[in-house]
């Protein structure tokens, strides 16, 4: 059915720790999107397949109102909310799954705890360039999402008959919006037939994509009305858009996390426009949100000007300081970064 991708060697070790850990905790970054929940979920409905003692997900911090429907959000362990709790549980982990980053910096406040965990750490990531602070390393950058790795896995180890529609949805969820609603990322003819068999567990993948992408707060959508009417900024002759958001601006719209989800790729509906960036500020930073077109790497735009990285066409950075040098930064980078020198001929 599909191509085998994963070492053998790596599904081997993962099988013999999840036969004999009894206490499983599963963690993803900062900011979880529907990737990370997605593909957390999906993996803990998996490992509630078996008689284990104790599985739990755990996030950094709160996750966006429109991926809260999916079954066992509700019990997600928040450690910004429960630190000595979420600290307790990586702790006692016989082992710990590291989903949808590959790096322990993008854990956040949570880093210290997942370093000094003695479970066996086992890593499930899309992302280039993993660190080397697991065991078992199952990382291929080539998959459009983590959740599509997860599937996989499950696969590999024979389990197909063990996920369920619950674990569909979260499957196809993390799929589906960690390729803009298959719109990047996602020309691997296997992701259909994954999406395939998903539909054959029951999935009703047009009311996942209203839940995500049609269900928001009348406050979103204002905001969503001034970011492009008052705050978006283009250069055509970069083929650039870029817009910003101060926290006055956020907290006049009564902000939620994840209420500017998916802002970053709306100018790239602009004919002409292949590269986007959403600059938001925070309490002690400017978090940076990239998103191109066609060949330009706005991975290698985030880690040249913003401590970032990600995949060829999304990504992300932070910037230290005030909102207006995070962007004259930016201007800068299109001087030197030019996205119209990675225009095919």
Not at 29 to 52: C, N, Q, R, T
Not at 160 to 168: F, N, Q, T, Y
Not at 181 to 209: H, Q, T, V
Request: net charge negative; hydrophobic share 40%; glycine share 6%.
């Amino acid at each position: 059915m599909l191509t085998k991708i994963i070492d053998s060697d790596r599904i081997h070790k993962l099988k013999a720790y999840i036969d004999k850990g009894d206490k499983f905790v599963i963690v993803s970054h900062e900011m979880p999107d529907g990737d990370a929940v997605g593909s957390s979920l999906a993996l803990y409905h998996y490992l509630m397949s078996f008689d284990k003692k104790s599985i739990k997900v755990v996030v950094p911090n709160n996750f966006p109102a429109f991926l809260k429907w999916m079954s066992g959000a509700k019990d997600m362990v928040l450690y910004e909310q429960y630190p000595d709790f979420a600290t307790q549980l990586i702790s006692e982990a016989d082992v710990l799954f590291c989903l949808d980053f590959n790096a322990v910096k993008r854990v956040g406040k949570m880093a210290s705890a997942v370093i000094a965990s003695d479970a066996r750490k086992v890593m499930i990531d899309h992302h280039p360039e993993p660190e080397d602070f697991c065991k078992v390393i199952i990382s291929y950058p080539e998959m459009s999402s983590t959740s599509e790795l997860v599937f996989r896995i499950i696969c590999a180890l024979g389990d197909i008959d063990l996920v369920e529609k619950d674990a569909a949805e979260c499957i196809y969820t993390g799929m589906m919006t960690d390729t803009g609603s298959f719109g990047y990322n996602s020309n691997n003819a296997e992701i259909y037939i994954i999406i395939s068999e998903l539909i054959k567990k029951g999935i009703d993948k047009d009311e996942i994509y209203r839940n995500v992408n049609q269900v928001y707060s009348e406050c979103r959508l204002r905001l969503m009305g001034y970011v492009l009417y008052e705050k978006m900024k283009t250069y055509p002759d970069k083929k650039t858009a870029v817009f910003a958001l101060t926290q006055e601006e956020l907290n006049r719209f009564k902000y939620k996390s994840g209420d500017t989800e998916g802002f970053v790729n709306l100018p790239l509906s602009i004919g002409g426009i292949f590269f986007s960036a959403f600059f938001r500020e925070e309490t002690n930073l400017i978090k940076i949100s990239l998103r191109s077109v066609g060949d330009f790497p706005c991975n290698t735009f985030a880690a040249e000007y913003f401590n970032g990285g990600g995949h060829k066409n999304a990504s992300g950075g932070e910037f230290y300081g005030t909102l207006e040098d995070a962007l004259r930064v930016f201007e800068k980078g299109l001087a030197q970064f030019n996205p119209l020198n990675f225009e095919k001929s």
